[in-house]
């Protein structure tokens, strides 16, 4: 078959050329594709654990137990006096202490699986006078780039934001500027299996 | 409107360590294509790799489902869906097939279906939303001949929309326009075919007027 006008028309060579116009990209396009991967991954992680173990109460209060004693020792969080200084940078605080590392509160609960599943507010900071924007991304907010924005200081060039975490061991990191892949500089580090890229880790116990 | 890059050849991947410089080839249809090793790197797990396809791929994605929904939110989404969707199904990517024609498969697919959701609503036409210099005065022409041509587009049935652009606008062959669509070499032809004759004659009168 003849296909017709594959060159020589003029009319459809000006459509063309005007359709050839390449839109413009959001900066944080890549960012928001990889975050969704990421989270997809940990949805299917989540389901694939869940189909495989059935645990069973006694079981998991002792995860629980484990993963609380486990997260304090990697962050070094339990307060040793309470006037020891904070480290910096550290994703952990509980409502209302700035930069400070106290035992996360915890609301009252029932039982413990309502004290595994109640949200810990965490304040996580960034140090980064220069940055035009910084959000937050991780497991808990399924590594959306726009949900968790933080606050600047426009005295220190400090970053942050109170986040509600639920319990637990949980990655993250920062996003600078819609688009820099940014670790926290103060907490322990793990390297994804599947992808090869490093993660924050953030460990929120329980009393 | 939050910042934008703008669509390049050249790639440099910023969003996850390590950062991966790319720089594409053009097929026989000048359109841009990628590294292959980015692709198998992409495909082994490489997060940088794939943040590479990703910002290579972006603009041309976008640019096609623009025009196949006519709205930028929905072509937004659609855009980040097939990426997605291309990471679930990277394992699964046949080497022989090339990456662009497995891509906008994906895509058209996405495009489709969301088109479903489309028709349920009023067609809001975006042209505005797409490259523009806002540093210069508009060349009110330009713009109207834009949104003509959008308006045109977007008359077309789909098939014949989504053929032509296949074509014309991605420069790919009838053969991968196949493996994409799912429909014959022939068909496809008369659809370019048609949708040329409906555009040249409608904005002919647009140009009369």
């Given at each position: 078959?003849?296909?017709?006008?594959?060159?020589?028309?003029?009319?459809?060579?000006?459509?063309?050329?005007?359709?050839?116009?390449?839109?413009?990209?959001?900066?944080?396009?890549?960012?928001?594709?990889l975050?969704?991967?990421?989270?997809?991954?940990?949805?299917?992680?989540?389901?694939?654990?869940?189909?495989?173990?059935?645990?069973?109460?006694?079981?998991?209060?002792?995860?629980?137990?484990?993963?609380?004693?486990?997260?304090?020792?990697?962050?070094?969080?339990?307060?040793?006096?309470?006037?020891?200084?904070?480290?910096?940078?550290?994703?952990?605080?509980?409502?209302?202490?700035?930069?400070?590392?106290?035992?996360?509160?915890?609301?009252?609960?029932?039982?413990?699986?309502?004290?595994?599943?109640?949200?810990?507010?965490?304040?996580?900071?960034?140090?980064?006078?220069?940055?035009?924007?910084?959000?937050?991304?991780?497991?808990?907010?399924?590594?959306?780039?726009?949900?968790?924005?933080?606050?600047?200081?426009?005295?220190?060039?400090?970053?942050?934001?109170?986040?509600?975490?639920?319990?637990?061991?949980?990655?993250?990191?920062?996003?600078?500027?819609?688009?820099?892949?940014?670790?926290?500089?103060?907490?322990?580090?793990?390297?994804d299996?599947?992808y090869g890229t490093?993660?924050?880790?953030?460990?929120?116990?329980?009393? | 409107?939050?910042?934008?890059?703008?669509?390049?050849?050249?790639?440099?991947?910023?969003?996850g360590?390590?950062?991966?410089?790319?720089?594409?080839?053009?097929?026989?249809?000048?359109?841009?294509?990628?590294?292959?090793?980015?692709?198998?790197?992409?495909?082994?797990g490489d997060r940088a790799a794939f943040a590479?396809?990703?910002?290579?791929?972006?603009?041309?994605?976008?640019?096609?489902?623009?025009?196949?929904?006519?709205?930028?939110?929905?072509?937004?989404?659609?855009?980040?869906?097939?990426?997605?969707?291309?990471?679930?199904?990277?394992?699964?990517?046949?080497?022989?097939?090339?990456?662009?024609?497995?891509?906008?498969?994906?895509?058209?697919?996405?495009?489709?279906?969301?088109?479903?959701?489309?028709?349920?609503?009023?067609?809001?036409?975006?042209?505005?939303?797409?490259?523009?210099?806002?540093?210069?005065?508009?060349?009110?022409?330009?713009?109207?001949?834009?949104?003509?041509?959008?308006?045109?587009?977007?008359?077309?049935?789909?098939?014949?929309?989504?053929?032509?652009?296949?074509?014309?606008?991605?420069?790919?062959?009838?053969?991968?326009?196949?493996?994409?669509?799912?429909?014959?070499?022939?068909?496809?032809?008369?659809?370019?075919?048609?949708?040329?004759?409906?555009?040249?004659?409608?904005?002919?009168?647009?140009?009369?007027?």
């Amino acid at each position: 078959m003849h296909d017709i006008n594959e060159e020589g028309d003029e009319m459809i060579s000006r459509i063309v050329a005007e359709l050839k116009t390449l839109p413009p990209v959001p900066a944080d396009a890549t960012a928001r594709v990889l975050a969704r991967v990421d989270a997809a991954r940990r949805s299917e992680g989540t389901s694939r654990f869940g189909r495989r173990f059935s645990i069973s109460l006694p079981a998991a209060i002792g995860y629980a137990v484990a993963a609380t004693l486990a997260g304090f020792l990697i962050r070094g969080a339990v307060p040793r006096h309470p006037s020891e200084p904070t480290p910096r940078g550290i994703a952990s605080a509980p409502v209302g202490e700035t930069l400070g590392i106290r035992t996360p509160i915890v609301p009252a609960a029932a039982n413990t699986r309502a004290l595994e599943e109640a949200p810990v507010k965490v304040q996580f900071v960034l140090e980064a006078p220069r940055a035009k924007s910084v959000t937050v991304v991780g497991d808990f907010n399924a590594w959306d780039g726009s949900r968790t924005p933080l606050d600047r200081d426009s005295t220190t060039g400090v970053w942050s934001a109170l986040v509600d975490v639920h319990p637990g061991r949980h990655v993250y990191a920062f996003l600078v500027d819609g688009k820099t892949w940014t670790l926290d500089p103060n907490a322990p580090r793990t390297k994804d299996l599947d992808y090869g890229t490093t993660q924050s880790v953030l460990m929120v116990g329980m009393r | 409107m939050m910042a934008a890059r703008d669509a390049r050849e050249e790639s440099t991947v910023t969003s996850g360590p390590p950062s991966l410089r790319l720089i594409g080839g053009r097929n026989g249809r000048g359109m841009s294509t990628i590294d292959m090793s980015i692709v198998q790197r992409a495909k082994r797990g490489d997060r940088a790799a794939f943040a590479a396809l990703v910002d290579f791929y972006y603009a041309r994605s976008l640019r096609f489902a623009v025009h196949m929904l006519g709205n930028g939110q929905d072509a937004e989404e659609a855009v980040q869906d097939t990426f997605v969707r291309v990471h679930g199904a990277l394992h699964r990517y046949d080497e022989f097939d090339r990456f662009e024609s497995w891509l906008f498969r994906i895509l058209a697919n996405r495009c489709r279906t969301m088109m479903g959701r489309e028709a349920r609503r009023s067609r809001v036409l975006v042209y505005g939303d797409l490259a523009q210099d806002r540093g210069t005065p508009p060349d009110v022409e330009a713009i109207v001949w834009r949104e003509e041509i959008q308006a045109a587009l977007a008359a077309l049935p789909n098939a014949q929309r989504e053929a032509f652009l296949l074509r014309h606008v991605e420069g790919l062959e009838y053969e991968e326009m196949g493996r994409i669509t799912g429909a014959g070499v022939s068909a496809l032809k008369m659809r370019v075919k048609r949708a040329c004759e409906f555009l040249r004659l409608r904005l002919a009168e647009v140009e009369r007027a």
